[in-house]
T-cell receptor, first 113, second 114 residues
């Protein structure tokens, strides 16, 4: 079982839809969680990060973490064609043996006008 | 501009050759990470340096090597290149060594081996 699982998609939605992107993880050592957005052939950019269970909002984006279920989500409200990109989850730990973030493989999102 | 500078942006070379990719981290960041991304693969972690010292190693081939210099810039050396080494190579940096505040990625070097 991989440490971080993420559906590769593509996920196709019409403009204005609410999008839900998800990752599951197997290791309870992970303590902080992030979402990155990567446009085609560009470097990933950090969208959101959170260190606790619950929700965190930033504009149209909401990150949700459920540590008991080992499940994290990114919700995008009022999705726009400019949101079309690959979204990668990432997670890290302060425990020894975890000096780098662990990334999911990414979900491709396509928002059509 | 993320603040992480990678050069060159594109590189085309022949099999068997050797290339060097360069990365300047964001100002103030001590840690540098190298990743490989192929078309059908996610981000594959190669190696991490923190303040000049190797901190962690991922799936880095023996033909690949890296170093971080006193001014904190880093170079990734790829030798005896094969067609399968064609990929996007990303450098990322962070202020500390665990990514607690996330990484900042550069725009990548696209390597094509012909």
């Amino acid at each position: 079982q991989k440490e971080v699982e993420q559906d590769p998609g593509p996920l196709s939605v019409p403009e204005g839809a609410i999008v839900s992107l998800n990752c599951t993880y197997s290791n309870s050592a992970f303590q902080y969680f992030m979402w990155y957005r990567q446009y085609s052939r560009k470097g990933p950019e950090l969208l959101m990060y959170t260190y606790s269970s619950g929700n965190k909002e930033d504009g149209r984006f909401t990150a949700q973490v459920d540590k008991s279920s080992k499940y994290i989500s990114l919700f995008i409200r009022d999705s726009q064609p400019s949101d079309s990109a690959t979204y990668l989850c990432a997670m890290g730990s302060m425990n020894s043996g975890y000096s780098t973030l662990t990334f999911g493989k990414g979900t491709m999102l396509l928002v059509s006008p | 501009d993320s603040g992480v500078t990678q050069t060159p942006k594109h590189l085309i070379t022949a099999t068997g050759q050797r290339v060097t990719l360069r990365c300047s981290p964001r100002s103030g960041d001590l840690s540098v990470y190298w990743y490989q991304q192929s078309l059908d693969q996610g981000l594959q972690f190669l190696i991490q340096y923190y303040n000049g010292e190797e901190r962690a190693k991922g799936n880095i081939l023996e033909r690949f090597s890296a170093q971080q210099f006193p001014d904190l810039h880093s170079e990734l050396n790829l030798s005896s290149l094969e067609l399968g080494d064609s990929a996007l190579y990303f450098c990322a940096s962070s202020v500390e060594g665990r990514g607690l505040y996330g990484y900042t990625f550069g725009s990548g070097t696209r390597l094509t081996v012909v």
